[in-house]
């Protein structure tokens, strides 16, 4: 061996560590890119999972606003007092006016039932129900109201 080509033998070893080192780098940077492709396929996930919980809270957040609009919303609250004998009274606890109560099973023997009536807030209407051997008083009242089509049943007062 010449110690001329002693350079060229160590270019060769040089040069093939230096294959070594770009095949190891190669290998690197497709794990690296793979590595990248994952990251970014969960960051789209996320983002998606995060834009549903966005839309379930957005809706949850409005669902709640209607719940609490209509909570607030003034009310009818209708119940029967006995005032003395025969003598009742529809009053109106609530604070929402009640347009034309109209009673749908109004007693054979009874007076101021007949026609619909309007009760204001806290308002009153007097009504008759005789009891007789033969027609007994009725346990509740059925009306509606203008806003109210099911029919609500109001208790009468046992004497």
Request: net charge neutral; hydrophobic share 45%; proline share 5%.
């Amino acid at each position: 061996m010449d110690w001329g080509d002693m350079p060229a033998w160590f270019a060769f070893a040089l040069s093939g560590g230096a294959l070594w080192v770009s095949i190891k780098a190669r290998g690197d940077g497709k794990k690296s890119a793979n590595a990248s492709a994952t990251s970014a396929d969960a960051s789209v996930r996320s983002a998606v999972a995060a834009e549903g919980a966005l839309a379930l809270q957005r809706q949850e957040a409005e669902t709640r606003r209607a719940a609490e609009e209509e909570a607030a919303q003034p009310r009818v609250d209708l119940r029967i007092e006995w005032v003395r004998k025969q003598r009742y009274r529809v009053v109106n606890y609530g604070d929402a006016v009640a347009t034309n109560i109209t009673c749908l099973n109004v007693p054979e023997v009874s007076r101021y039932l007949d026609e619909p009536f309007t009760l204001e807030r806290h308002g009153a209407h007097e009504f008759v129900v005789l009891g007789t051997s033969q027609s007994r008083k009725p346990p509740a009242l059925r009306v509606v109201w203008e806003g109210q089509d099911v029919p609500v049943q109001l208790l009468m007062p046992a004497l």
